[in-house]
Every structure is written in C-alpha cells, then in structure tokens.
C-alpha cells in the first residue's frame, strides 16, 4: 500500500490518557502528523458496558479514518483495546494498535513476585487480563484493582487543577490492602490515564513501588510498522479531535499544546 507522507497517525482514547502515549511516539516519530481524538461524549469508558464499547469504538474510529486517512490507528486506552480491538481490527483496512496491561514485563521484573494491576473497573475484569496474568505470570500473586477516581484525578491535572492526594492514595489502597498486597513491588498501570499521575501515585505509596506501563513498547511497535514509509519534512501541527466540545475540553488547551496538538477540533 502506499502511503502519502502527510497521512497521519491517529490516536484514540475515551479522554486525555492517550497523550502518554503519544509522547514516547512523537519522540520515536518526530516527523509523524498527529490526530488525536478524544471520545469525550462516552468518556468515561472505565464504567461502561462492555457491549457499549465493542459498539461504540469501531463505529468511532471508522468515521475518523474515513475524516483523516490516516497510515495508522492507535487505541491507546487499555479499555477499549481489551474489549474492542478485534472489533476494530475487523472494520478497518489499516494497522491497528492496542494498548495492552505491561503484566509480561512486570513479571519480569518482580522480585517479590506480588504485582498489582491498577486499572479501570472494566479492564481488571477481561478475561483477556486473566489470559495474560496467566501465561506470563503464572508463578506471581497478581492483584487487581478498579479506579475510575484515579482516571478524573489525571485529566483534573491536565486542565491545571488542584489535586486531592487521597484519591490516588485510596487507588494504592485497593492493592495493598488485599492479602500479599504488602509484598507487592510493582504496579502495572492498566489504564493509559495513569501514567500521568505516576508521581501522585508515587508520593502516596507507603514503601518503594515499579510502575510499568506500555507507552515505550507501543513506540517501537509504531516506528516498526511504519518503518519503510515516508514522512514530511515539516509536519503540519497535530489536531487534538473530541466528540463533545464542552467546558472541560477549553482548560486542556495548553497541555494539548505542550503536547504538540495545538489545534482543536471537534468531530
């Protein structure tokens, strides 16, 4: 297939958590035009029906490559790609990438052999992570832990608002007060939003933790995919898309910015 150097790739989420990881992308790419689009009329996914989300995410992203023609789809939100990435996958004709909890690496790394899961209610529940903590951790404790809090805790950051410490506090909570939850090491954030309050969670945590997330090994998936394709020389800035335009979406404007997605539109 040939590919135009402006197509762009396109990054998907219910809110702002993609943007973790768009930013070890635009590092890998930095030639890459960027569309983000940000599902804010369904926002948040972490508490809806799984049948919503195997409905609502194809249909979506079928208009935004139909929009944008982009070279690649990115599902970065860990919800949408543990319910609807064959969905996905089947509807449309271009390469499509999920975002998937980082329990192989966490296995890895674990010396404890206790790893927590924190994630959204509806992807600490697939079957898909009870595949995963089973092939790659199967000789670990893997505990799991729903927060839709901590997801309002990292877009609340990114619109520059002041910060409840006990939110991410009470997210930590959730693993370490299971049983074996005291030995745990590491943390694997399994939902795209959490990176970004890695320092609140950090700072609430009573003893040392690794957190793990995918945005790096996504990188490298996206640069390995699109290795033999051309890109601009000067890409044009990147478009920050959402479905709904409402009073949340004006106070992101300057994270979006810095983020290098310095136009917003709505879809």
């Keep these: 297939m040939t590919v135009a150097p402006d197509a762009p790739l396109l990054f998907f989420d219910s809110g702002v958590g993609g943007l973790s990881i768009l930013a070890p992308a635009r590092l890998a790419l930095p030639h890459a ?3 983000y689009a940000a599902d804010s009329a369904g926002f948040p996914y972490g508490t809806r029906s799984e049948a919503e989300i195997a409905a609502r995410v194809p249909a979506l992203l079928g208009r935004l490559v139909e929009r944008y023609r982009p ?3 990115v599902i970065a939100c860990n919800t949408a790609s543990t319910i609807a990435l064959s969905h ?12 998937v909890p980082a329990i192989k690496p966490a296995a890895l790394q674990s010396q404890s052999r206790v790893i927590g899961v924190l994630g959204t209610d509806a992807t600490v529940r697939q079957p898909y992570v009870d595949r995963l903590a089973a092939e790659f951790g199967a000789d670990c404790t893997v505990l799991r ?6 997801v309002q805790l990292a877009e609340a950051k990114l619109r520059g608002e002041p910060l409840d410490p006990a939110i991410a506090r009470d997210a930590l909570a959730g693993l370490l ?3 074996g939850g005291d030995r745990m090491d590491t943390v694997v954030l399994a939902c795209t939003h959490f990176p970004l309050v890695e320092a609140e969670l950090a700072a609430a945590a009573p003893h040392p933790l690794r957190f793990l997330h995918g945005g790096e090994g996504i990188a490298r998936r ?9 890109w601009p020389a000067d890409p044009a800035p990147g478009i920050a898309i959402f479905t709904r335009m409402d009073d949340q979406v004006d106070p992101l404007r300057a994270a979006l910015a810095s983020y290098g997605l310095p136009r917003v539109e709505a879809l």
């Design 88 to 99: 996905v996958r089947a509807a449309l004709d271009i390469p499509v990438v999920g975002t």
């Design 145 to 150: 832990h729903g927060s839709a809090a901590l």
């Design 222 to 230: 996206i640069a390995y995919l699109t290795r033999e394709q051309p």
């Design 177 to 179: 007060d299971q049983s």
């Design 33 to 35: 035009p960027i569309v």
């Design 71 to 73: 070279r690649l789809a």
